[in-house]
């Protein structure tokens, strides 16, 4: 039986703000992604969303960002390879904290946002920042872009790897993400997320914003909280996934 990992980036209100709608997804994931301050997210909001992945049986993951608040951690920054290690060593420590004092362990480590994409496609920066994950625990799963060069920094690092596809973004013709600037980038009719979530999962390929069709790895699918339909697409989601014959589960 094939088996895919279903993730979902949470814990990204702080505050007096709340973003995205966790409680009401997470029964439907098997692993959460969680804003570790940075670029969301505050200690109350980390200690909450631990508590609730416990509650639920989800994995717990570290999904660290840039130190920018305002832009959501979507605007790319100029930091060194070294910098951007230390970015992610001091976030993953500080949700190391939390996932500790609940009794349980961190699963993966997914970088977030323009961080994410930028590491997808320079290899350097990739290079620190699983460097640094592996110097924390090599034990940790890292969670990229599916073909991307982080997923081979990765691997030299030491690391374990999870590819993951996105259900509700759309592709290019070479494997990487549409532009949220761009018009289709964000997909939010549930039907075509579904068709797509099990299409990958199971045929491991997708068909790109121009038609392509391109082979992909799915290892871990995401769904992504702030998205408006965020419930519906992850509910259909892995009913689709399950009807088909597919194990949902987390990576380890």
């Not at 660290?64 to 605007?75: C, K, N, S, T």
């Amino acid at each position: 039986m094939s088996t895919v990992d279903l993730n979902c980036d949470l814990g990204e209100s702080f505050g007096a703000y709340t973003i995205g709608m966790d409680e009401a997804v997470i029964p439907y994931v098997t692993s959460v992604n969680v804003a570790c301050g940075w670029h969301a997210g505050d200690p109350l909001i980390m200690d909450k969303t631990v508590a609730l992945a416990k509650k639920h049986g989800v994995a717990v993951g570290a999904h660290p960002g840039f130190p920018d608040l305002m832009g959501f951690g979507r605007r790319p920054m100029t930091v060194t390879p070294q910098e951007a290690g230390a970015y992610v060593k001091y976030q993953v420590g500080a949700l190391l904290a939390f996932v500790k004092a609940q009794g349980l362990e961190l699963q993966h480590v997914k970088p977030h946002g323009a961080l994410y994409n930028m590491a997808a496609k320079d290899e350097a920066l990739a290079t620190g920042i699983c460097e640094a994950i592996a110097s924390v625990d090599k034990n940790l799963v890292f969670m990229g872009l599916a073909g991307s060069v982080m997923l081979e920094a990765a691997k030299k690092a030491g690391l374990k790897t999870a590819s993951e596809v996105f259900a509700d973004r759309a592709y290019n013709d070479d494997g990487s993400l549409v532009n949220r600037k761009l018009s289709g980038a964000v997909i939010h009719d549930p039907v075509v997320a579904v068709e797509r979530a099990v299409k990958m999962a199971k045929e491991g390929k997708v068909i790109s914003i121009n038609g392509k069709e391109i082979s992909i790895q799915a290892d871990s699918i995401c769904v992504h909280g702030d998205n408006e339909q965020a419930i519906e697409l992850v509910s259909k989601i892995r009913k689709a996934l399950e009807g088909a014959g597919i194990e949902v589960r987390s990576l380890k």
